[in-house]
């Protein structure tokens, strides 16, 4: 029989040494790839906030630059005031780029556009896509690292766009789970409303993270750190953590549909072309 597990159980952990460690895989990364800086989409919400503060205790903020990129059909202005304060607040260079108008000339150039409603999920993905695009430019132009803010309960869960918020070159917080990113970001000394803010993407109007998921962050954590830390067979989940075996089912099936996001582009197994190539053409590889 499992023990049982609570949240409290989840975050108790020395986040001083939390934070020498990603400070520490965040200075490497930069040295070890040679380029000048980090560059990080800031949203005004927990990971990117907490990313943030983590690069700029890390590297300084001579070599962070932040773009703040809303749409204003969807993104709150007390977001981008949020993101605009802190980035104020840790003195590191920022740029406000409404994405609105790309937004606009992909809606016009697409024939399969139909509207906003119907296309709500694929205008959405579009709308991550295009902040990746642009944090890519930046990198490019300024010879920067993107730096990536998904904490590991996203990633486990697939709760993020392919090559939108996914596509980045390194993600401090992929170790965290949400609810251990939030005490990071007190330890950080971030204020408590962007720290308990509510996940919420907004790629499109009202778009919180627990209203589309159907289960709060709290279960979440708990399910995949019994699951994947305390390595607890399924079926005893439930009664470990309290939390519903629907709920429980729910979880460990966003884990498995989301699988393809995690393991990259798949190919086809090399080794029967290199046999091939080296016993020469006329010779059929082995089937």
Same mark, same amino acid.
């Given at each position: 029989?499992?023990?049982?597990?609570?949240?409290?159980?989840?975050?108790?952990?020395?986040?001083?040494?939390?934070?020498?460690?990603?400070?520490?895989?965040?200075?490497?990364?930069?040295?070890?790839?040679?380029?000048?800086?980090?560059?990080?989409?800031?949203?005004?919400?927990?990971?990117?906030?907490?990313?943030?503060?983590?690069?700029?205790?890390?590297?300084?903020?001579?070599?962070?630059?932040?773009?703040?990129?809303?749409?204003?059909?969807?993104?709150?202005?007390?977001?981008?005031?949020?993101?605009?304060?802190?980035?104020?607040?840790?003195?590191?260079?920022?740029?406000?780029?409404?994405?609105?108008?790309?937004?606009?000339?992909?809606?016009?150039?697409?024939?399969?556009?139909?509207?906003?409603?119907?296309?709500?999920?694929?205008?959405?993905?579009?709308?991550?896509?295009?902040?990746?695009?642009?944090?890519?430019?930046?990198?490019?132009?300024?010879?920067?690292?993107?730096?990536?803010?998904?904490?590991?309960?996203?990633?486990?869960?697939?709760?993020? +766009?392919?090559?939108?918020?996914?596509?980045?070159?390194?993600?401090?917080?992929?170790?965290?789970?949400?609810?251990?990113?939030?005490?990071?970001?007190?330890?950080?000394?971030?204020?408590?409303?962007?720290?308990?803010?509510?996940?919420?993407?907004?790629?499109?109007?009202?778009?919180?993270?627990?209203?589309?998921?159907?289960?709060?962050?709290?279960?979440?954590?708990?399910?995949?750190?019994?699951?994947?830390?305390?390595?607890?067979?399924?079926?005893?989940?439930?009664?470990?953590?309290?939390?519903?075996?629907?709920?429980?089912?729910?979880?460990?099936?966003?884990?498995?549909?989301?699988?393809?996001?995690?393991?990259?582009?798949? +190919?086809?197994?090399?080794?029967?072309?290199?046999?091939?190539?080296?016993?020469?053409?006329?010779?059929?590889?082995?089937?």
């Amino acid at each position: 029989m499992a023990r049982r597990v609570t949240l409290e159980d989840l975050v108790d952990i020395d986040y001083r040494w939390v934070e020498g460690y990603l400070g520490r895989f965040v200075e490497e990364e930069l040295r070890g790839s040679g380029r000048r800086g980090y560059v990080i989409g800031l949203s005004g919400g927990l990971d990117s906030s907490t990313t943030l503060a983590l690069a700029v205790r890390s590297v300084g903020e001579e070599r962070v630059l932040a773009l703040v990129m809303p749409d204003p059909e969807v993104t709150p202005q007390t977001d981008v005031e949020d993101a605009i304060s802190l980035a104020k607040t840790l003195n590191v260079r920022y740029h406000v780029i409404n994405i609105a108008p790309i937004l606009d000339a992909y809606r016009g150039a697409l024939p399969i556009y139909e509207s906003e409603e119907k296309d709500m999920v694929p205008l959405g993905n579009l709308r991550a896509r295009i902040r990746m695009s642009i944090l890519y430019y930046y990198a490019n132009k300024l010879d920067y690292l993107v730096l990536g803010t998904s904490d590991r309960s996203e990633l486990l869960i697939g709760y993020y +766009t392919k090559y939108g918020d996914g596509g980045v070159d390194i993600a401090p917080l992929a170790v965290l789970y949400k609810s251990q990113v939030r005490r990071l970001a007190l330890h950080l000394g971030l204020p408590e409303r962007i720290a308990f803010k509510p996940s919420a993407p907004r790629l499109w109007r009202g778009h919180e993270a627990e209203r589309e998921l159907g289960v709060s962050y709290e279960h979440i954590d708990l399910v995949l750190y019994s699951k994947f830390d305390l390595r607890y067979p399924d079926e005893e989940i439930p009664e470990a953590t309290g939390v519903s075996e629907a709920v429980v089912r729910r979880v460990l099936e966003m884990y498995r549909r989301s699988e393809h996001k995690r393991i990259g582009v798949k +190919t086809p197994d090399v080794r029967p072309v290199v046999e091939l190539t080296v016993r020469g053409r006329s010779t059929r590889p082995p089937t």
